[in-house]
Structures are given as C-alpha cells and as structure tokens.
C-alpha cells in the first residue's frame, strides 16, 4: 500500500486543521519548552489528563468496572500514559500500568510514574500482561520520535495489543511514521488515536481508527512562529474529532 500523507484534516464542524511533520512537532515543542512556554511537565499533564477522558469516553458507563491497561515507553509518550493512568486511578477506576522500559525512563516520564505510585493503580511486568483481560489498552509507547521497526520489550507490548482490541493511542500508533504514515515493522492497530496539538501527516485514516486532536495550551503564537496557518479550533472543549479533509 501507498502512504499518501495528509496535508489537511477538518473537525466536525468543518474547521481546517493543518496538519504537521515529525521535524515541524519538533520545533514546536522546543519553542514551547524553550521560549514560550507551557514546559514539558505542563505539556504532559494536559495531554494525560485528556488521554483519560478518551479513556472513560470509549468505555462509556461501564468505565468502574472496566479493567484498563496503559502500555507506557520510556519517554515523553510514555509520560502522557503514565499521568493518564494516574488520573483514571484517582477515580477508582481499575488500572494497571505496563512499563516497557522503566529503567530508561527520562526525566519528566520518572517524576509521572512517582506520583502514579500514590494512587490505587498497580504497576506490572510484562509477563503480567496474560492475566489482565482488559477492556480497554492504552499505547503510549513510541510516539513521534519513531526511529525505524520497533525493537526491544516494545515489540512483543505492541504484537499482545493487537490481539487484545479496544486499543487507544496517544499522538501516533506506536510502529507508525508520524511524517508518512508508513511502518518498518510491528504496529499498533488502533481502535482510537487521540493525536496532539496538531494532527500529524501520517496519520492515515487506516491506520488509527477514529481520531481525535487533544489540546495541550501550545499558545497561537508558536505557530505563528512557524509560519504555520491556525485558527482556533478547539471551540469550548479541549477534545475535537478530525476527519482527513480528502
């Protein structure tokens, strides 16, 4: 198959959301944290905080009684599944976290997993994972920084997502090129990918089920920094659903 990326998305409502690169994400994120703000701790609670709400939105009234699964990377991916995992259990929801790499942990993802360990949330190897049966998975695992097929505990994290179902990821299905779409290897198969600040090229309607845009307070003028077309899209919510404007 051919990855055309996708160079506009639409909400609901017919907004046109432009939509970024690998390297364009990159610079956004390092005018934020390094001139603008929000920094990288704020940028990750916003973006955990709303992969929760995806959560309890997928799962609808059952969410109490639902068993949830977050496979969290190393890095700042993995940090927004981490606070995510915190947020739903600080609700009592039933949540078990899966790190792929915990002794790799940077910085801002460390800190998440620390405050994780004040909550009723219970943290499991992978060896773990056969006894969850959950009903919902949540991928943060490799985020835009993909570096060619995944490799490592990360690899046999994402071939048992795939037989589970109901699988949310966060920014980019993990295995998935955010610039092309294409993939080297193993990848998520999502159900639901709830993406950041703005929609990535890649993210090809085949490849991450229903998408949302999340918003994580990156002010308007980042963009306008680089020279990127934006319009306030968000309305009153801080989730907005994208269609490939095709």
């Known amino acids: 198959m051919i990855n055309t990326p996708i160079k506009t998305f639409r909400t ?3 907004i046109i959301v432009p ?12 005018i934020a944290i390094g001139e603008t703000g929000p920094n990288l701790y704020q940028m990750m609670e916003n973006a955990g905080r709303n992969l929760a709400i995806s959560t309890l939105d997928m799962l609808g ?5 639902a068993n949830i699964v977050v496979l969290a990377g190393p890095g700042g991916n993995g940090g ?4 995510a995992a915190r947020h739903l259990a600080n609700r009592n929801a039933r949540v078990s976290l899966c790190l792929s790499a915990p002794d790799r942990l940077g910085e801002v993802p460390a ?9 009723p949330g219970q943290e499991i190897s992978p060896e773990a994972l056969d006894k969850t049966a959950p009903d919902i998975v949540i991928d943060a695992l490799i985020g835009y920084s993909l570096k060619g097929a995944p490799r490592g505990t990360a690899l046999p994290l994402i071939e048992w997502a795939n037989h589970q179902g109901n699988v949310l990821s966060l920014d980019v299905p993990s295995g998935i090129d955010a610039t092309s779409g294409a993939s080297a290897g193993a990848f998520i198969r999502s159900d639901r990918t709830m993406t950041l600040a703005l929609p990535k090229t890649g993210l090809l309607p085949e490849k991450t089920g229903e998408l949302w845009l999340a918003d994580i ?5 980042v963009y ?8 306030p899209f968000f309305g009153a919510t801080y989730l907005v659903r994208l269609l490939p404007d095709l």
């Open 12 to 14: 609901d409502n017919g």
């Open 19 to 30: 939509a970024i690169t690998t390297e364009q994400m990159r610079e956004v994120d390092r």
């Open 111 to 119: 800190f998440q997993r620390k405050v994780f360990q004040g909550t």
């Open 217 to 221: 307070g990156i002010p308007a003028i």
């Open 224 to 231: 306008k920094k680089l020279e990127i077309d934006y319009l």
């Open 80 to 83: 927004g599944g981490i606070c």
């Open 61 to 65: 009234s059952h969410w109490q009684k």
